[in-house]
T-cell receptor, first 114, second 111 residues
Framework: DTAVSQTPKYLVTQMGNDKSIKCEQNLGHDTMYWYKQDSKKFLKIMFS???????INETVPNRFSPKSPDKAHLNLHINSLELGDSAVYFCASSPDASSYNEQFFGPGTRLTVL | GNSVTQMEGPVTLSEEAFLTINCTYT??????LFWYVQYPGEGLQLLLK?????DKGSNKGFEATYRKETTSFHLEKGSVQVSDSAVYFC??????????FGTGTRLTVIP
């Protein structure tokens, strides 16, 4: 009965390829997020959507494009993959965008770019 | 701006030892403060939180107090177990719920 799920769990691909990571939450939350965790475990917000609308877009290359077809899904598409994109990507959700809310994280997608 | 400074790891303790992981923050406005834990191969999960000054968050024997005067939110546990081995992240949220994380502290508890 997974709350926040991501697919795939592992993704290995060549430089220059385009790939997508999917995220779904069954918690009925309004707000969803993408985070990037680098090799030193540092976590940084990339995007946040509230009710399918983009509310946070940190300094991320425009090769990264989030898409939210509905409130329960926030997918991440990456064009022209580079070596530096190798990381673990976490999806998360929260009831709404209030700052006191807990965020629920998915299990992560480990992306390796060769 | 918003930022979190967290004690560098790794930390290695014997079972039943006392744990402190220091966390200080810089924030505009009145942030909420969180400790998240990441077990090996898993995503993050909330350990505890505090949403205003002097609040104490507690869970599973861990606790942390929101100290506005020292801008701190140190994590403590009186007696750690092997199962507490994980990476611990201090984080703050202000305004739109955008979490700013510290660098994480890896804790290893040995029997």
């Amino acid at each position: 009965d997974t709350a926040v799920s991501q697919t795939p769990k592992y993704l290995v691909t060549q430089m220059g390829n385009d790939k997508s990571i999917k995220c779904e939450q069954n918690l009925g939350h309004d707000t969803m997020y993408w985070y990037k965790q680098d090799s030193k475990k540092f976590l940084k917000i990339m995007f946040s959507y509230n009710n399918k609308e983009l509310i946070i877009n940190e300094t991320v290359p425009n090769r990264f494009s989030p898409k939210s077809p509905d409130k329960a899904h926030l997918n991440l598409h990456i064009n022209s993959l580079e070596l530096g994109d190798s990381a673990v990507y976490f999806c998360a959700s929260s009831p709404d965008a209030s700052s006191y809310n807990e965020q629920f994280f998915g299990p992560g997608t480990r992306l390796t770019v060769l | 701006g918003n930022s979190v400074t967290q004690m560098e790891g790794p930390v290695t303790l014997s079972e039943e030892a006392f744990l402190t992981i220091n966390c200080t923050y810089t924030a505009t406005g009145y942030p909420s403060l969180f400790w998240y834990v990441q077990y090996p191969g898993e995503g993050l999960q909330l350990l505890l939180k505090a949403t205003k000054a002097d609040d104490k968050g507690s869970n599973k024997g861990f606790e942390a107090t929101y100290r506005k005067e020292t801008t701190s939110f140190h994590l403590e546990k009186g007696s750690v177990q092997v199962s507490d081995s994980a990476v611990y992240f201090c984080a703050l949220s202000a305004g739109a719920n955008n979490l700013f994380f510290g660098t994480g502290t890896r804790l290893t508890v040995i029997p």
